[in-house]
């Protein structure tokens, strides 16, 4: 595995990281470009995107709320984000599937995590599938729930990690 570099999203990535979205998640569950570039464009410090020679290869973008609603799906577009809150909303972490397989996914998850932690954040959300959800326990999320939200017509379920 090749070293992979780690920076903050630009607006030119917007189109790139669409591509890698629809690419990677089924059917509606996938952001649209106007999402991800709203994404960039108001927290850019929460939208990590992973490089390998030269080429974006997957990312993770996220919000941040006092209160979390996991289930709120105006948050998508960042309504109601504050960079100041201290909880962060994961809601795309993706590898381009060319890229899959090969243990990308979870060296760029622990730089995002490790990244949130210096930035003082105190939890970290997401909404998975049930077949990442031991993945997800693995990297030190704890499950909560099944999810109240229907996002793209998929089940989904709860977990979050205490920073």
């Known amino acids: 595995m090749s070293d992979p570099v780690f920076r903050q999203a630009l607006s030119s990535d917007a189109e790139r990281c669409y591509a890698i979205e629809i690419g990677a998640y089924e059917g509606d569950e ?6 991800i570039r ?3 464009a108001q927290y850019p410090q929460g939208f990590l995107v ?6 974006v290869i ?11 609603v996991m289930s709120d799906e105006a948050f998508k577009e960042l309504v109601g984000h504050d ?3 201290p909880n962060v909303v994961i809601m795309s972490v993706v590898i381009d599937p060319l890229f899959q397989g090969r243990g990308y996914a979870t060296v760029m998850m ?13 939890t970290i959300h997401l909404m998975c599938k049930q077949r990442h959800v031991a993945l997800y326990e ?5 499950y909560v729930r099944p999810s109240p939200s229907d996002h793209g017509g998929m ?7 205490a920073l």
Not at 61 to 68: F, L, P, Q, W, Y
Not at 138 to 142: D, I, K
Not at 155 to 161: A, D, G, Q, R
């Open 58 to 68: 997957g990312f993770i973008n996220s919000g941040c709320a006092h209160e979390v």
């Open 83 to 85: 960079a100041e809150a």
């Open 50 to 55: 992973m490089e390998l020679e030269g080429q």
């Open 30 to 35: 996938a952001a649209t470009l106007a999402k």
């Open 110 to 122: 622990k730089t995002f995590v490790e990244r949130m932690r210096r930035a003082g954040k105190r």
């Open 155 to 161: 089940s989904w379920h709860e977990m979050v990690m």
């Open 138 to 142: 693995r990297q030190g999320y704890g």
């Open 38 to 40: 709203t994404r960039i």
